[in-house]
C-alpha cells in the first residue's frame, strides 16, 4: 500500500490501414466529429420543416433543407484553412441558417 504503480511507457499510435501517417484514433475522433455536426445539421433540418409545417408555411424542399447546406461545407472545407473553426462552430452555424431560413419563411 501507498506505493506508486510505474507508469507504462506510451506505446506509438497504431497506423492507418492504408499506409497514412495519420493514427487510427485520429480518425475515430474525425468521424465523431463529422457525426455531431451531421446530427446538427439532421436536428435543425426536422426542426425547420415541423416549425413551418407547424405555421402553416408551405414551403419548397429545397428551402426546408437548407441547414444540410452547412454540413456540406463543413465536409469540403476540412483540408482547408476554414477547418479549423471547430465542429461546434459548425454547429451553430447550423442552426443559425435554420433560424434565419424560418425568419425569412416568415415574412
Known sequence: ???????KPKS??????????????GTF?????????AAAAAGCTVAL???????GIDASPVIQ??????YF????TKDTPLGSVGYVAWSVASALVALAT???LLL
Open 1 to 7: 500500500m501507498g506505493r506508486d504503480r510505474p507508469s
Open 12 to 25: 506509438k499510435p497504431e497506423p492507418r490501414p492504408d499506409g497514412g501517417s495519420e493514427s487510427v484514433v
Open 29 to 37: 475522433a474525425d468521424a465523431r466529429e463529422d457525426v455531431l455536426v
Open 49 to 55: 420543416a415541423l416549425a413551418s409545417a407547424g405555421f
Open 65 to 70: 433543407l437548407t441547414p444540410l447546406a452547412v
Open 73 to 76: 461545407g463543413y465536409l469540403f
Open 102 to 104: 424560418f425568419a425569412y
